[in-house]
């Protein structure tokens, strides 16, 4: 390769940083390979050794490269190899000023477990390993306030292991599957895992778009993933017109028929739209996922799976041979902070606290000419001309936002490049995800370094 200070086009830290994204981008620049030394750099440029060390730093923030000290500056490889692999394409590394690539809630907006660790009881014991998983308080609870009427329910650790464990139950190798693009990464290398193939079905404001799931259905897929609300990333939530709509498509055909759609309602709790669920109209083949991670604390790691018997008790049966069942000391946790009226009110809190910082946000956008629908829940989809370059706009910023590809299933990814191609941007997504629910302040300066972001390249 040419020397790199060829490809910098001003002798500012930004388009130091930019030059290095492009050239990582193209494959110019490849994992581990060692980038000049910032004396050297400085000198060749001429320029000081500060402007060069803003670009490192603002690339490492991006995640793009690494620093360690005296063995000097490189590209970064794939970082800790024990994440999944759409994981490692969204984990951001480094210090930030504001990291907004996470997903998380925001924990001064999680209720208090005080109250309810009180009520726990003081032996973790049981009486038989053959015993039904739930606690029946809890179980008739969560039946009590299911969005349909359901056969059977069962508690899980959260919604990711109850994805697991139905994949494992229900999926065979090969099996293709549609999911939503964007969707979770999560999900799909948890499809790559059982050798499913993800089959991208688009979606807008008011969730799956039936013209597009009715061209899914013609490969012949064995089940549908898709989050009823605050949809992630994009935090669209699907209207009752919508999934009456989509009902319709699945009954049209014998392919559609033999669908089983999986519903992960992974923000239930702080979502501030009604749930909506397709077992309103196809009561015998949905089951629905229920999470409390958002709302009541991602450690706390609970969730609820219901559904007709035969496929929920196909999942209850194979998880006592592993895991066994969830905690019953987390479950009478959980029941507590469903009853009691303090937690009850702090959740109600929080909904209103995410739901304002959406709204803010996304007048605060708008100001700068983007006008994107209002998001349900802790995440928005923002638009880019460039990805890499949005990265490093950002992170020279001090902030970081989750890049858009890992969101995208591989034959998303393909016509994703076409669109970003012909606009002229990156041809490996137009997208990035901004966590804006744990935005408390600053609304208006953060807009606008997204709004220079959106442009940037």
């Known amino acids: 390769m040419s020397s790199l200070a060829d490809h910098i086009e001003e002798p500012t830290s930004r388009a130091i940083a930019a030059a290095v994204a492009r050239l990582v981008t193209s494959g110019e620049l490849a994992p581990g390979d060692r980038l000049p030394t910032v004396r050297d750099l400085a000198t060749e440029l001429g320029v000081s050794p500060a402007t060069v060390s803003n670009a490192w730093q603002a690339l490492s923030r991006a995640g793009l490269v690494v620093s360690r000290g005296r063995s000097g500056t490189t590209v970064r490889g794939a970082p800790r190899d024990w994440l999944p692999q759409r994981y490692q394409d969204i984990d951001g ?189 196809l009561p015998d083949r949905v089951l629905h996922i229920r999470s409390f991670a958002k709302s009541h604390g991602p450690d706390l790691r609970i969730g609820a799976l219901g559904g007709p018997r035969s496929l929920v008790d196909r999942v209850v049966s194979r998880r006592l041979l592993g895991a066994g069942w969830t905690s019953r000391m987390t479950q009478r946790i959980l029941l507590e902070l469903l009853t009691d009226p303090v937690p009850v009110e702090q959740v109600a809190a929080a909904r209103s606290a995410y739901a304002e910082r959406q709204r803010t946000m996304s007048s605060a956008l708008a100001r700068h000419g983007i006008d994107l ?83 940037a390249g």
């Open 93 to 281: 590394s480094g210090e930030t000023r504001l990291d907004l690539s996470r997903g998380t809630p925001d924990p001064e907006l999680l209720p208090s477990l005080q109250a309810a660790l009180t009520r726990v009881p003081d032996r973790a014991q049981t009486s038989s390993y053959q015993a039904k998983p739930d606690i029946p308080e809890l179980h008739d609870l969560l039946r009590d306030r299911w969005p349909s009427r359901v056969e059977s329910l069962t508690v899980t650790n959260g919604a990711l292991d109850a994805l697991d464990r139905v994949f494992g139950t229900l999926l065979t190798f090969g099996d293709r599957v549609l999911v939503e693009s964007p969707g979770f990464p999560p999900i799909l290398d948890l499809l790559e895992h059982y050798g499913a193939s993800a089959i991208g079905v688009s979606l807008d404001a008011d969730g799956l778009l039936p013209d597009s799931l009715a061209s899914g259905l013609s490969r012949h897929p064995k089940a549908l993933v898709m989050q009823p609300r605050a949809q992630n990333p994009t935090g669209a939530s699907m209207t009752t017109a919508r999934a009456e709509a989509l009902a319709r498509v699945l009954n049209r055909t014998s392919a559609g028929e033999r669908v089983i759609v999986i519903e992960d309602d992974h923000s239930g709790e702080i979502s501030t739209r009604p749930v909506v669920t397709l077992a309103s109209w």
């Open 373 to 455: 629908p209002l998001a349900d829940g802790l995440n928005f989809w923002l638009p880019v001309h460039d990805e890499r370059a949005a990265l490093v706009s950002l992170a020279a910023e001090g902030i970081r936002v989750a890049p858009g590809g890992p969101f995208l299933p591989a034959d998303s990814r393909t016509t994703e490049a076409r669109v970003a191609e012909a606009r002229g941007g990156d041809p490996r997504g137009a997208h990035v995800r901004v966590t804006v629910g744990i935005v408390r302040e600053d609304h208006a300066s953060i807009a606008a370094a997204l709004a220079a972001a959106s442009t």
